[in-house]
């Protein structure tokens, strides 16, 4: 297995009146073909800017200010505008948070995923319809037939979600990236939504990143994880590693909310409330929140070290 | 723990009209709420559960009276309010209050949040304006904000931070019965654990009677002590919080348990048992309203209504073939 995406020291920074955000902040990883890969961490962490950045799609103001994304050789953030508007949707796509928000409202979902397939694949109008019913049927969207026609309004949560992903999916994409795609769901769809991506991955071979704030999504579904905070990445290991051997602090505490979520115990030490972002100038992010922090922890930019095989931590304690 | 409900709501139906202006045409009615009993002690921690389109927010609503039932009564501290005018259930209003699920919406974002706080204060005339600013400091160190914050506006704030002074806004009339819409959905995972252990420990210190609505059961666990887990209007399992976590009998309460993601990787489970193209409106005028997801359905669920029978100590089910 080879990687399919390789990003290395990216930097999105937002230059706001009340300073420079570090949305992103020198995060490297890379992306193996099938694997599925989760971003863990709270919100403001800078989860869904890596995603946005991957795909040259940062808003104002921010800006990419430095760092490579190489898409089987190709950095995505030197090539033209043309050429990365054929790769997005059709060999990257991407699945966002709140599909109501993200469909146009005034034409039906059958349209707008059939007019991304013809975007793309250079193809008749009934080919494309005929594909779009095909996919739809394959997210397992009840009778595409007749629904395809449907407005985003008429359909439920769930069902839209399932109509973003046949859109993210319509053009066999390499990649996926899939930006919290169940928060606004239910239990059981978000059950459904997981399972479907799974299959997804094993039927088409695509590689998946799962960007969440809930580490049970990740138990559920993702093979390695990263974890960010304040737009670095604290922590990097296998899946069932992280769970059993955690070794950042921060990482310890979510780890620890999902386990007081799951197993009714009240009254763990919580978080303390989150920093402002802007101009931050410390050597540990997570200095602040951080229970076991000490002085000698801002004495010198904590860098992420392999601590064991593929586990990687920036926590000098650890 | 006395014997009379703080809140006893018996038969209670919200339809909901949806026909839009052609009335000549078909007819078309939600139930959202079609037929529940439902009894909430004093001090009690009441979970309900289901998915969106269950009617539980609509439950909540009608149990405050926000919301008129079409059918039913609701008693609550000895009083039927089922139609009570709005001006004598204003004394009543103080003692029932409501915490919305999204703390960015539910906030006036041009009215700082400490005045916000105060509103119900205002509105009841309880008080100086003296010692409505030091009822509303107390109430804020109670649930975790400095006292600088009420000088805030809602944008300057987390999430969880507004969600403390949602909640500090709804306990400030010192209420006897709140209501707990989806609390923590929308914040963090961090943030859900702080503000659950948050209610529980202000559900204790003021012996409230809480009704937590959520479709996350993971959330139930913690607070309630008793859990109703609602399908298309109807209550379809009520237990202890413990025993349906660890003996559920309704097929659905067995479909939600097993849909909670795993704590540990090696917890990943199979696909359960959920079929996705199924029309959850149209199940048999004379069957059971499950029909059509469960597992275990057989011919005799498409004639014979589900009735909410006790089958065993405090454990009830509403599926015949758990009965007999």
């Not at chain 1, 190489?70 to 995505?76: A, E, I, N, S, T």
């Not at chain 1, 193809?123 to 007749?146: C, M, R, W, Y």
């Not at chain 2, 909430?40 to 909540?60: C, H, R």
């Not at chain 2, 609550?76 to 009570?84: A, R, S, Y």
Request: with cysteine; aromatic share 6%.
């Amino acid at each position: 297995m080879g990687h399919i995406l390789s990003i290395d020291n990216l930097r999105t920074y937002f230059f706001t009146p009340s300073g420079v955000i570090k949305a992103v902040d020198g995060i490297t990883f890379s992306l193996e073909c099938g694997q599925i890969l989760g971003i863990v961490g709270e919100s403001g962490s800078g989860k869904s800017m890596t995603a946005l950045s991957i795909l040259n799609l940062v808003p104002h103001p921010g800006k990419i200010v430095g760092g490579s994304v190489l898409f089987k050789g190709m950095d995505l953030l030197k090539i033209p505008k043309d050429t990365i508007r054929n790769i997005r949707g059709a060999r990257i796509s991407i699945v966002f948070q709140e599909p109501a928000s993200y469909f146009n409202p005034v034409f039906t979902i059958g349209f707008q995923i059939s007019e991304t397939i013809r975007e793309h694949l250079r193809v008749s109008k009934k080919e494309a319809l005929e594909a779009t019913i095909e996919i739809l049927n394959s997210v397992g969207f009840p009778s595409p037939q007749e629904r395809y026609r449907a407005y985003p309004h008429k359909l439920s949560g769930g069902m839209l979600q399932r109509a973003m992903i046949a859109m993210a999916l319509c053009c066999n994409p390499e990649v996926i990236l899939a930006d919290e795609p169940t928060t606004a769901l239910d239990v059981t769809i978000q059950a459904q939504i997981l399972s479907l991506l799974k299959k997804i991955r094993n039927d088409r071979g695509a590689s998946i990143i799962l960007i969440t704030h809930d580490f049970g999504i990740i138990a559920e579904t993702a093979d390695v994880v990263i974890v960010m905070y304040a737009g670095k990445i604290v922590e990097r290991a296998v899946t069932s590693e992280i769970f059993d051997n955690a070794l950042h602090p921060y990482t310890k505490t979510l780890l620890a909310s999902l386990y007081k979520l799951s197993n009714k115990i009240n009254n763990v030490s919580s978080l303390p409330p989150e920093q402002n972002l802007a101009n931050q100038k410390k050597n540990c992010v997570f200095f602040d929140r951080c229970s076991m922090a000490e002085p000698a922890c801002n004495d010198e930019e904590q860098a992420l070290r392999e601590k064991s095989a593929a586990h990687f931590v920036r926590c000098w304690k650890a | 723990m006395n014997n009379n409900p703080l809140i006893n709501a018996t038969g209670l139906k919200r339809y909901f009209d949806i026909s839009g202006p052609f009335t000549f045409l078909k007819k078309r009615i939600v139930k959202a709420v079609d037929g529940v009993d439902i009894k909430i002690y004093n001090g009690e921690a009441f979970g309900l559960v289901g998915e969106s389109g269950s009617g539980k927010s609509t439950l909540g609503r009608l149990l405050l009276r926000l919301i008129p039932a079409s059918q039913g009564k609701i008693v609550f501290l000895n009083k039927d309010i089922t139609d009570l005018p709005e001006r004598r259930l204003k004394e009543l209003r103080k003692q029932m209050q409501i915490i919305l699920q999204n703390p960015y919406a539910s906030l006036n974002p041009r009215m700082r949040v400490g005045k916000s706080a105060a509103e119900g204060l205002d509105a009841h005339r309880i008080g100086s304006k003296r010692e409505r600013l030091d009822s509303v400091i107390k109430m804020f160190e109670t649930v975790g904000l400095k006292r600088e914050y009420i000088q805030k506006f809602p944008h300057e704030l987390s999430g969880g931070e507004r969600q403390r002074v949602c909640i500090a806004r709804a306990l400030i009339l010192n209420p006897r019965f709140v209501v707990a819409d989806e609390p923590v959905s929308a914040l963090d995972v961090t943030i859900q654990a702080q503000i659950l252990s948050l209610l529980t420990q202000l559900q204790k210190q003021f012996s409230l009677s809480i009704l937590l609505i959520t479709h996350d059961l993971r959330i139930v666990r913690h607070i309630a002590k008793t859990t109703a887990v609602m399908y298309l209007g109807k209550i379809v399992e009520l237990a202890d919080t413990e025993e349906l976590f660890k003996n559920p009998i309704h097929p659905y309460s067995k479909l939600l348990l097993a849909s909670i993601p795993p704590a540990h990787p090696k917890d990943r489970k199979n696909r359960t048992h959920d079929p996705e193209n199924y029309n959850a409106i149209m199940f048999p005028q004379n069957g059971c309203r499950f029909i059509n997801r469960c597992e275990s359905a057989k011919t005799e669920c498409s004639e014979e209504k589900e009735i909410l029978r006790e089958i065993s100590k405090n454990h009830w089910v509403a599926c015949s073939l758990n009965y007999k």
